[in-house]
T-cell receptor, first 113, second 110 residues
Framework: GENVEQHPSTLSVQEGDSAVIKCTYS??????FPWYKQELGKRPQLIID?????GEKKDQRIAVTLNKTAKHFSLHITETQPEDSAVYFC????????????FGTGTRLTIIP | DTAVSQTPKYLVTQMGNDKSIKCEQN?????MYWYKQDSKKFLKIMFS???????INETVPNRFSPKSPDKAHLNLHINSLELGDSAVYFC?????????FGSGTRLTVV
């Protein structure tokens, strides 16, 4: 089955700087890669996703890149703000997300004011 | 109007009891899931239903039994609760992509 590794497990960044979280996956059949943000005590919420036919996607301050050959994908947050502090999860799935998602172990991001 | 709603939000119960968690989605999605999030925040799939049919059943003790009366509802019944069942249980639904999660049920077994 799919195995998703996520690094780092914790990340502290000065407000205004950029944050990068990296994930690798094992199943070459995976074609859907979403990222979720989970604030303390809340549900995970989808912030951005990318499909395997695209190498990069951007939405305002967040961007995701995908390298299918190396089987890794990354989340980039620019101009970080205190409200970006949360746990971020990457995930990988097949059938464009219509089957199960396998989640990474999460990255606790702390933005230092 | 909540898209995926779970009840109850908190559940504290004694070992050996039987309990149920309910989930409903009003998004018209075909697929619903149960995920377990442990104390280390790891999210692991338990079950998946597509249009009332079980399609994924991960290695979960058979004390856990999901039921989907229709495609908008997916309930989880747990028999003979154990201390290790303490976790947050999330319901989710999806249609062609990203999941929408419910607000979670924090189950504490004492």
């Amino acid at each position: 089955g799919e195995n998703v590794e996520q690094h780092p497990s914790t990340l502290s960044v000065q407000e205004g700087d950029s944050a990068v979280i990296k994930c690798t996956y094992s199943d070459s059949a995976s074609n859907y890669f979403p990222w979720y943000k989970q604030e303390l005590g809340k549900r995970p919420q989808l912030i951005i996703d990318i499909r395997s036919n695209v190498g990069e996607k951007k939405d305002q301050r967040i961007a995701v890149t995908l390298n299918k050959t190396a089987k890794h994908f990354s989340l980039h947050i620019t101009e970080t703000q205190p409200e970006d502090s949360a746990v971020y999860f990457c995930a990988a799935g097949t059938n464009f997300g219509n089957e199960k998602l396998t989640f990474g172990t999460g990255t606790r991001l702390t933005i230092i004011p | 109007d909540t898209a995926v709603s779970q009840t109850p939000k908190y559940l504290v119960t004694q070992m050996g009891n039987d309990k149920s968690i309910k989930c409903e989605q009003n998004l018209g999605h075909d697929t619903m899931y149960w995920y377990k999030q442990d104390s280390k925040k790891f999210l692991k799939i338990m079950f998946s239903y597509n249009n009332k049919e079980l399609i994924i059943n991960e290695t979960v003790p058979n004390r856990f039994s999901p039921k989907s009366p229709d495609k908008a509802h997916l309930n989880l019944h747990i028999n003979s609760l154990e201390l290790g069942d303490s976790a947050v249980y999330f319901c989710a639904s999806s249609q062609r992509g990203g999941y929408t999660f419910g607000s979670g049920t924090r189950l504490t077994v004492v």
